[in-house]
């Protein structure tokens, strides 16, 4: 498949490139054993401060590839550079909110916001601070003596994001990160999302296998192919962040892009 003109959703005008690109993939490729081809020939540039979903039929890489710019796998060819460096492991600039919550199950949702602080050597009375003032951004002020097991799915989600937050990454990876909740938790988290992107100014990038989600919340959403992954097309919802949240998911450029998506990609879908 080749890579498609990239242009402004609904616009068919050639969007501006990449202008301040803070994660840059080249020409990646990931192979598992000598058979599977994950992905194929990527090549993609994240812009600082904006989010940037991945999305795509079942198969097609998204989560691969966010780990290959987590540095939590390697691609068997092509680079990742973090602000012009080459990635080759996990780095502070990066901060990965996983789908199953990753908690550790023993630790109370203070010490599990902390971690990642502890891990870097920051004073305990400095990250529990921090983790105090993320938990209270991500909703869970008064819950930092609980445990996991006494909290909800979506409970537990904000926890790992706050853990996230905490440790002040640069960019933060998602994956996959409100599949696990019901439908109206899941609204109330890309609600949230929306105003932690405007309030801590980082780098998003957000893997989701649905297509409102990725509208929703995105200023780019790149589009993968089936296996092997390669980029389809490239999409930048013209939709306006003023109008309510209510009113936004009733947009006509909000609508159209999403049945522009589905008409693309649901053609893959068996």
Not at 69 to 91: D, F, H, T, W
Not at 147 to 161: A, D, T
Not at 234 to 251: A, C, G, K, T, V
Request: net charge negative.
């Amino acid at each position: 498949m080749q890579l498609s003109m990239t242009t402004a959703a609904g616009s068919g005008v050639p969007i501006a490139p990449v202008r301040e690109p803070i994660v840059e993939v080249r020409n990646v490729s990931k192979l598992y054993g000598n058979t599977v081809v994950a992905l194929q020939d990527i090549d993609l540039s994240f812009e600082k401060g904006h989010l940037t979903s991945l999305l795509g039929p079942s198969g097609c890489g998204k989560t691969t590839l966010l780990k290959i710019v987590a540095g939590l796998l390697q691609p068997s060819s092509g680079e990742i550079r973090v602000k012009g460096k080459p990635v080759n492991g996990p780095g502070a600039e990066r901060a990965f909110v996983f789908q199953d919550f990753a908690l550790m199950p023993w630790a109370s949702v203070l010490e599990n916001a902390a971690y990642g602080l502890k891990v870097q050597g920051v004073a305990k009375s400095e990250r529990e601070d921090r983790a105090r003032h993320y938990i209270g951004e991500v909703g869970l002020h008064g819950f930092e003596k609980k445990y996991p097991h006494e909290l909800s799915g979506g409970m537990r989600q904000r926890v790992g994001l706050a853990r996230a937050l905490a440790v002040d990454a640069d960019i933060l990876l998602m994956d996959e990160p409100f599949s696990a909740v019901d439908e109206q938790t899941r609204r109330k988290f890309q609600e949230d999302l929306m105003h932690l992107r405007e309030v801590e100014n980082k780098t998003f990038l957000f893997v989701t296998h649905s297509i409102e989600e990725a509208v929703y919340v995105s200023d780019r959403i790149v589009l993968l192919s089936p296996r092997p992954g390669r980029v389809s097309e490239i999409i930048d919802p013209q939709i306006s962040r003023e109008i309510s949240p209510d009113d936004l998911r009733r947009d006509e450029n909000y609508l159209d892009t999403v049945e522009r998506i589905w008409t693309g990609i649901k053609k893959y879908v068996e």
